[in-house]
């Protein structure tokens, strides 16, 4: 029997977990001074902020940077920073605005992973993949000797019975890890899993296949670039240490799981001219269904109803930031999590922001089956400092 969830070679840090652990590196793309903080707690300490690009320092060449991680990973591997534990499986409970999310590290075979809209996949990408974003990360990955996973993987579990049951038996496991992380990101513990439930995990998770032709195991909750990435690594290198991906997986009836839409912000923008063409090009008629925005400038917000033109808000405005992008290439978007971040960012001249209803997570599933993947950026599990942070490692040469 193939069990597509796996345990793995895992590697973590033997001390200072506090400094190593930092946040997903596509999150606070646009404040600065979060990660001036986060290199400031980590100072001289062996941390995955050595070895990860935050995207808030992608620039059109970062050669130097890339250069630097591939160094500083080799550096920790040969002075002897992680230890390696075989064939690893590890539960996890965060705890996080009081809340508990409990999930199991493990690695996924690449070849059941196909990303583009339409695939029947075991595993498939909930949203577009924005594919001129992958380039950059395949430099990133290409050479590196470790990966480090933020990818958190989804599954459709009811009834509860593959991670669950976990909780109750976590004081039979020896622990991984346990501490708090920085930044307001909660506490997280971690627990090997012993060989006999790490074949009930798998056996659980199998029997969620149906087996018919639009099967899916896991939907891609986020990470989603990284894992793409992950892929054409292993498509120009296929090598068996490239064919594998180091996951979370998470059940999306989790009561911790929450999806929250991740809003648009537009930069060096003219928000006149751009409100006045968006509702003009979706003026509503009688009977049109609608979709309302709250549209944020530095002069304060205001209520924007236009005419419908997707399933979901996101999906209207998109469309048309994408076509509006493209006729005004000096304007520039970041996609941002929480309200307050959106107002704050908005107080500048020539910013524009659009806060709108998101998805419920019991649609996703059935949404990605009949329809494929969403609009990019269309959703996220909680706010930026309940994303993932990277603590275990893997090596991939």
Known sequence: MKYHFNE??????????????????????SEQKYWDKVKNTVADAPSALNIILPE??????????????????????DEGVFTEYENAMIYVERESNNTKRLGIVGVIDLNDYDYNKGSNALIRATEQTVLERIPPRVAIRKDAPLE???????????????IEPLQNKKAEFSTAYDFELMQGGGHIEGYFLDKDTIKAVKDALESLLSGSD?????????????????????RQNPTELNRYALVEIVNIHDASIEFEPIYRVLFNVDANDF??????SHRVADGDPTHT??????DGSEKVGVKATAKLPVGTLQVFIDEYLKENPQVKIDYIHGEDVVYDLCKKENTLGFIFEGMGKDDLFPAVRADGSLPRKTFSMGHAHDKR?????????
């Open 389 to 397: 942070y990277y603590i275990e490692a893997r090596k991939i040469k």
């Open 275 to 280: 409100m006045t063409k968006f509702i003009t």
């Open 148 to 162: 480090m996973p933020h990818v958190m993987l989804l599954i459709d579990d009811k009834d509860k019975k593959v």
């Open 8 to 29: 793995a070679k895992i590697l973590l840090p033997k001390t200072g977990f506090e400094k190593w652990s930092v946040v997903a590196c596509d999150q606070y793309t």
């Open 214 to 234: 639009n099967d899916m195991l896991f939907a891609v909750g986020d990470g989603n670039h990284s894992l793409a990435t992950a892929k054409e690594c292993y």
């Open 56 to 77: 808030i320092y992608l620039s059109d060449d970062n050669s130097e940077r890339i250069d630097s991680i591939n160094e500083n990973m080799k550096k920790y591997v």
């Open 293 to 298: 925005y709250e549209c944020v400038t530095k």
